[in-house]
């Protein structure tokens, strides 16, 4: 069966950066692009960015272009979301998604990342 | 940027109707998921392509989309029923997922 585990949650400090990885399973890596979303705690979904596992094709929603990255390691078929310069208002939880046709079909079961002095 | 807007709250009865709706510029002209998020849990699928359901998701939910709004339906409403329901369109011009602000479904 299809699986997307996260890491575990983290706490940073202001100014930090945070990276968090996917682990995918149940189907073939490559087939299938990866969005990261987060969820600010009583807020909506915000999407930050995909990749494409294939050709390592990225894309960044302008919120966060410069502050976030997200790679990937075929080898292990793990996907890997950075963000750098972490503020009080990047406390969320963050998910890694699989998407099929232009909609998530599975998610990883989130990762808390707390930013706090 | 393309904008989704739904309304942040909506009470029904159990076994009532609940109606939550999406607007978007000409959202009609796009293929529109809509997702249930119970507290503490991942967002699901309840409903894709408008209209469609995935597997294991009752009849009770359906989705219908045209002009500027879609919406998600949900008939005999249960008390387990009562979660945050978000829609999603793909900015094919941003090249991005885009959500929209979320609705609370509550059950009176």
């Known amino acids: 069966q299809v699986q997307l585990v996260q890491s575990g949650a983290e706490v940073k400090k202001p100014g930090a950066s945070v990276k968090v990885s996917c682990k995918a399973s149940?189907?073939?890596?490559?087939?299938?692009?990866i969005h990261w979303v987060r969820q600010a705690p009583g807020q909506g979904l915000e999407w930050m960015a995909w990749i494409s596992p294939n050709n390592d094709d990225t894309s960044y929603a302008q919120n966060f272009q410069g502050r976030v990255t997200v790679t990937r390691d075929t080898s292990i078929s793990t996907a890997y979301m950075e963000l750098r310069r972490l503020t009080s208002d990047d406390t969320a939880v963050y998910y890694c998604a699989r998407v099929g046709y232009n909609h998530i079909d599975y998610w990883g079961q989130g990762t808390l990342v707390t930013v706090s002095s | 940027s393309y904008v989704l807007t739904q309304p942040p709250s909506v009470s029904v009865a159990p076994g009532q109707t609940a109606s939550i709706t999406c607007g978007g510029t000409n959202i009609g002209s796009k293929s529109v998921y809509w997702y249930q998020q119970r507290p503490g849990q991942a967002p699901m699928l309840v409903v894709y392509?408008?209209?469609e359901r995935p597997s294991g998701i009752p009849e009770r939910f359906s989705g219908s989309n045209s002009g500027i709004t879609a919406t998600l339906t949900i008939s005999r409403v249960e008390a387990g029923d009562e979660a945050d329901f978000y829609c999603?369109?793909?900015?094919?011009?941003?090249?991005?997922?885009?959500f929209g602000g979320g609705t609370k479904l509550t059950v009176l």
């Open positions: 149940g189907y073939t890596f490559t087939g299938y692009y």
């Open positions: 999603q369109v793909w900015d094919s011009t941003g090249d991005r997922l885009v």
């Open positions: 392509d408008d209209r």
